[in-house]
């Protein structure tokens, strides 16, 4: 399967706990997202990678996130003390660099399975 | 204001009837959209892409966008039961992706 890979799929921790979860993109992937989505809501920007650069971080993104992508590949998202509020599914998507094709730009985004997480 | 608006629904209709999805976005220097599909407990599944300067077809699925209203839709011909899901539709620009929170469409068997 040369898809984008999320480990673990389900997560179930106590509040304050510290929880880490990793992604593996696309191998010729460049770029690499991650998103909260909550019941009913569309992804919820996190932050963004280009190789191992960390580009862009949402203000939603608290000092207990953080996340990384040491070597330009896989990435981890680690949530430090973990809230009731945090419960949710984090997704992870990796695309190429976004191509100019007559003028227009296009990125295409390609999603994991998620990471369900439940704090209890 | 959020970048994309999206009716959550839900939307349920009989097999073989045509679906209307619809997304209203506010930034004009939106030029790329996209539409995925979610199925409960999945990442979210690219279905099409579109430029705001017109439509694209795809077998039963056409993509629309009407940028002088700032509209976005997607229409499904002959819907079945697999087409049963989560609609999101989602917009790019300066490295970031803003999505709406999704439509749930049920197809009746």
């Known amino acids: 399967d040369t898809g984008v890979s999320q480990n673990p799929r389900h997560k179930i921790t106590k509040r304050g706990q510290n929880v880490t979860f990793r992604c593996d993109p696309i191998?010729?992937?460049?770029?690499l997202y991650w998103y909260r989505q909550t019941l009913g809501q569309g992804p919820e920007f996190l932050t963004y990678?280009?190789?191992?650069?960390?580009?862009?971080k949402s203000r939603l993104l608290s000092d207990r996130f953080s996340a990384e992508r040491p070597k330009g590949s896989f990435s981890t998202l680690e949530i430090q003390r973990t809230e009731q509020g945090d419960s949710a599914m984090y997704l992870c998507?990796?695309?190429?660099?976004?191509?100019?094709?007559?003028?227009?730009?296009?990125?295409?985004?390609?999603f994991g399975p998620g990471t369900r997480l439940l704090v209890l | 204001q959020k970048e994309v608006e999206q009716d959550p629904g839900p939307l349920s209709v009989p097999e073989g009837a045509i679906v209307s999805l619809n997304c209203t976005y506010s930034?004009?220097?939106?030029?790329?959209f996209m539409w995925y599909r979610q199925y409960s407990r999945k990442g979210p599944e690219l279905l099409m892409y579109?430029?705001?300067?017109g439509n694209k077809e795809d077998g039963r699925f056409t993509a629309q966008v009407d940028k002088s209203s700032k509209y976005i839709s997607l229409f499904i011909r002959d819907s079945q039961p697999s087409d049963s899901a989560t609609y999101l539709c989602a917009s790019y620009t300066g490295n970031q992706f803003y999505f709406g929170t999704g439509t749930s469409l049920t197809v009746i068997p």
């Open positions: 579109t430029y705001s300067s």
């Open positions: 930034n004009s220097a939106f030029q790329y």
């Open positions: 998507a990796s695309s190429s660099p976004p191509r100019l094709a007559g003028g227009r730009v296009r990125e295409t985004q390609y």
């Open positions: 191998s010729e992937h460049n770029r």
């Open positions: 990678f280009q190789n191992e650069a960390q580009l862009e």
